[in-house]
């Protein structure tokens, strides 16, 4: 493993049919790889202090409200979700991708997200009735109509979003997303406190996304004007209408079961679900997020460089292994101790569920970086075909396997999505020749070592009664462990990461 991880070389031999200036080559990847750095940086604050506000309030407000309260929004999260999807039309990763962009290419999203939006709360509004008699529950008809209020006004924050990501502002979306969770937190904390229950909730996502879309148009400082023209949109619409068809099936894929056992379970069931999937979401959420924030941007700038892009790759790569093996097994190795002492055992059935997703999910940040990869070479129809043949894949299983229960769709879902890896492999190779075993090389010792500390970690702890002590026993044994080992075969990812640290704090 001591060699496991190749250095970038500025002085190394490009692909003979590399477009950049010999001359301008190490200055230029000098600057992409300050720039990563930095977006990693700032991306795993962003993403790490928005996962401990969301475990912070997300504790007070487990222990405030009950499995049905959950289950009650979570029945209509596939609803918001697939708006939200249509309203931004892919179009945040479209004007990425531009070479260049104008006023009036983020002028023109604005005024087509946000119509998009007024048409699809209008349809939605009249369409909440026919929900609620979907799901058995006529609450559910006032519910939607106020929840879907969220993705109603974030249809105006599209541009601002798309200029914030486009640039690299991963700092400034640190603190939008602070000052958003911080604010809506509080404001859900105190209302499931005064016994509004599922309106808490709803009320508190709304307050996020409005804190958020504010926030966004003061640190992007792009402003929208009456001139409105969509040929930009017209240009985009090729490429974006593809990855609105790819996101719609990932929100299918996402909010699949809080759908089925909505339908043909208990709110209550829903409601466990829904909190073992949150935790699940923390944890890879605040990977992916690091990842996805300098992905598409780098990688879209080393398009016409297939030398470099695959270096920069397996450098991305390597480091994703890194962190969410880790962090996603261990996640799974301390699920009930997690659940027990934070939000209480009324919640436990939620731990088993939570294990089982956590291990798929420990797979979601490689999967996200290969979709990233796709996208940054224009093959948004390979992502769009390849996330539908997957969603449905998995949409058939779990409508086969759900009078079996849900521990065996869990486990269908899973294995089936952690095989998908390798068709995503498939098509990477295909693209910049990234092979198996260069593939397995980079996550094949952060593999192996996460699983084993976990195991070990798990068999030992069995005997202790302590939940915390337990708990305690298996975050510092695998963290310890983990990091000692590393260091000791002379880990290059570790290493830098560490020295990065070091030259930051100085």
């Not at 004007?95 to 023109?108: F, G, I, P």
């Not at 994703?320 to 261990?330: E, H, K, L, N, R």
């Not at 224009?378 to 009078?403: D, N």
């Not at 521990?407 to 098509?427: A, D, E, K, N, R």
Request: proline share 3%.
């Amino acid at each position: 493993m001591k060699n496991e991880e190749l250095r970038f070389k500025d002085e190394e031999q490009p692909d003979e049919n590399s477009s950049f200036p010999e001359h301008s080559k190490g200055t230029l990847h000098s600057s992409l790889k300050e720039k990563t750095a930095k977006g990693l940086f700032w991306g795993g604050v962003s993403n790490g202090v928005q996962q401990l506000l969301n475990l912070f309030f997300g504790i007070f407000l487990a222990r405030l409200l009950t499995p049905a309260d959950y289950g009650m929004v979570g029945m209509l999260t596939i609803f918001s979700a697939m708006a939200s999807i249509l309203q931004e039309g892919g179009f945040i990763s479209a004007l990425t991708n531009r070479k260049t962009t104008e006023h009036k290419d983020y002028n023109a999203v604005f005024w087509f997200s946000t119509l998009m939006g007024i048409s699809l709360y209008t349809l939605l509004y009249m369409a909440a009735p026919y929900i609620a008699e979907f799901y058995r529950q006529p609450e559910l008809t006032a519910l939607a109509r106020l929840s879907f209020l969220g993705f109603l006004i974030s249809s105006t924050n599209v541009a601002p979003r798309a200029f914030l990501f486009k640039h690299l502002k991963t700092k400034e979306n640190a603190i939008i997303s602070f000052v958003s969770l911080t604010l809506s937190g509080i404001i859900g904390i105190t209302l499931a406190f005064y016994g509004f229950a599922y309106w808490g909730i709803a009320i508190q996502s709304i307050a996020y996304i409005a804190s958020m879309t504010v926030l966004s148009y003061r640190f992007s400082g792009w402003r929208p004007s009456w001139h409105i023209d969509f040929t930009p949109i017209r240009e985009m619409i090729g490429y974006s209408s593809k990855l609105i068809a790819t996101h719609t099936f990932h929100i299918i894929n996402a909010n699949l079961f809080s759908v089925i056992l909505g339908k043909f379970y208990t709110e209550k069931e829903v409601g466990f679900f829904n909190q073992a999937n949150k935790w699940n979401t923390m944890g890879y959420t605040t990977i992916n997020g690091m990842m996805t924030g300098v992905a598409q941007p780098v990688l879209s700038t080393l398009s016409e460089d297939r030398n470099y892009q695959l270096k920069a790759l397996r450098k991305m790569l390597r480091f994703t292994a890194f962190v969410s093996f880790p962090a996603m097994f261990g996640l799974s190795l301390t699920a009930p101790e997690l659940i027990t002492l934070t939000i209480t055992d009324k919640w436990l059935p939620s731990a088993q569920i939570m294990q089982v997703l956590c291990v798929g999910g420990a797979f979601l940040p490689i999967s996200n970086l290969f979709s990233q990869l796709l996208l940054s070479r224009g093959h948004s129809s390979t992502y769009m075909w390849c996330t539908i043949a997957l969603s449905t894949l998995q949409l058939a299983a779990a409508i086969l396997m759900y009078p079996q229960g849900l521990q065996p769709m869990l486990y269908t879902f899973v294995g089936i999505h952690i095989s998908w890896t390798g068709v995503w492999l498939y098509f990477v190779h295909r693209e910049i020749g990234l092979t198996f075993l260069a593939w397995l090389k980079d996550i094949g010792p952060y593999l192996l070592l996460s699983s084993t500390l976990v195991i070990a970690a798990k068999m030992s702890t069995e005997h202790i009664e302590t939940t915390s002590i337990r708990l305690l026993c298996k975050i510092g044994g695998v963290g310890s462990l983990y990091i000692l080992i590393l260091w000791a075969l002379k880990s290059v990812i570790l290493q830098e990461t560490v020295s990065f640290f070091l030259n930051k704090k100085k």
